[in-house]
């Protein structure tokens, strides 16, 4: 171990004498050196004056690198014979994580309060192995503003936005709370959005009351004040749930009895059943089957339309989509039966 002398007094070397006759014969001659450097070197950082020069330490061995971030700092300044604020800075520099005693305070490196504000403070917190409050306080002690603050100042472009569409439109296009663009709303003196008026058409009236307020609104792209307002004007009663005992009615009876039964429009039962994927048990119109499209011109319409049982405007419909002519003269033909037969009908007018 390499030495350098500087001016001194007489006191501080009588001092280390007394130590040195008490420590010898007790410990080796290495940790002797060790001990006496670092009283030597404790005078000088105290402010005595001594004719002992301080110790100047060589070079760091691969053997003392390897003890940081092992043990405690102050453990490893005793091991190797350094102070613990010399071990601290060496530790630093290599970027070698310390650890920490329960209890003990862990100081803040000048690499880890560069991380503050650039990131949230969790997590920087993560990163450095602290806890978010600490992160916190310190960021605060430095005055250096949060990375993403809950609360961020408003701009110009922000506020132009402002009454301009629905508080919880804007609120999901800025990234905010609806309560924070309301009460920014308000400050300015800013009116809520009332929207372009649009008349009610008959359709959309006859929805009201057959499904909740909030779902109507949404499905025909109006306000909830708005649908409120105007079930109210149109008497209609409010939209109450279905039970389990109004649904089993669903396809069982048809709409209307099951509207006068349950209380619901006939509207919205048709809606319910819709939903439900429960198909009509009297359909206003049935599709043409098989059979019945067979019967089409084999004689005239009107028997035709008494034999499959619908009107004669729908048979000529029918037929004139297929494009099957008009029969001219009188045949028989066949009407299906429940068992799948045929039972043989002569036409009115025609001979068997």
């Known amino acids: ?11 501080v070397r009588e001092r280390l004498s007394r130590e040195l006759n008490k420590l010898l014969g007790k410990y080796a001659d290495a940790e002797l050196v060790k001990r006496i450097a670092r009283m030597v070197n404790a005078a000088h950082r105290q402010g005595q004056k001594s004719d002992v020069p301080p110790v100047l330490h060589t070079a760091w061995t691969e053997e003392e690198i390897k003890l940081l971030g092992t043990k405690p700092d102050a453990e490893v300044a ?15 520099s290599r970027n070698i994580r310390p650890v920490i005693e329960p209890g003990e305070v862990r100081r803040w490196t000048t690499e880890e309060e560069r991380l503050l504000g650039t990131k949230p403070d969790a997590e920087i ?10 992160v916190q306080a310190r960021r605060e002690k430095r005055k250096i503003p949060p990375a993403n603050p809950i ?42 959005f009332v929207g372009n008026r649009r008349e009610w058409t008959l359709e959309e ?53 099951v509207a006068r039964r349950t209380g619901h429009s006939e509207r919205g ?6 939903r439900c994927g429960i198909l009509n048990p009297q359909p206003k119109w049935r599709k043409w089957t098989v059979r019945e499209g067979a019967l089409l011109g084999t004689g005239p319409d009107a028997d035709v ?19 099957i002519p008009t029969a001219t003269t009188t045949t028989k033909v066949r009407r299906p039966n429940r068992q799948d037969d045929f039972k043989h009908i002569a036409y009115a007018g025609g001979g068997s």
Do not use: C, N
Request: charged share 35%; proline share 4%; net charge positive.
């Open 1 to 11: 171990m390499s030495m350098r002398t500087h001016p001194g007094t007489f006191t």
């Open 78 to 92: 005793k091991l190797v014979g350094r102070s613990v604020e010399v071990v601290r800075q060496q530790r630093d």
């Open 125 to 134: 917190a993560r990163l450095l192995g602290r806890t978010p409050g600490a």
């Open 151 to 192: 609360r961020r100042p408003w701009r110009s472009e922000e506020e132009k936005l402002l009454g301009t569409r629905p508080d919880k439109e804007i609120a999901y296009l800025l990234k905010r709370h609806i309560t924070t663009v309301r009460d920014r709303r308000r400050l300015l003196g800013i009116p809520h």
């Open 205 to 257: 009236e006859r929805l009201l009351g057959t499904m909740p307020d909030q779902e109507l609104a949404r499905r025909l792209g109006r306000t909830l004040f708005s649908v409120r307002s105007k079930r109210l004007l149109s008497g209609h009663s409010r939209y109450h749930w279905w039970t389990e005992v109004e649904q089993k009615l669903l396809g069982k009876l048809p709409d209307d009895k």
């Open 269 to 274: 039962v048709q809606i319910k059943r819709q």
């Open 305 to 323: 339309a008494r034999l499959v049982r619908r009107s004669i405007s729908a048979v000529e419909a029918r037929r004139r989509q297929l494009r």
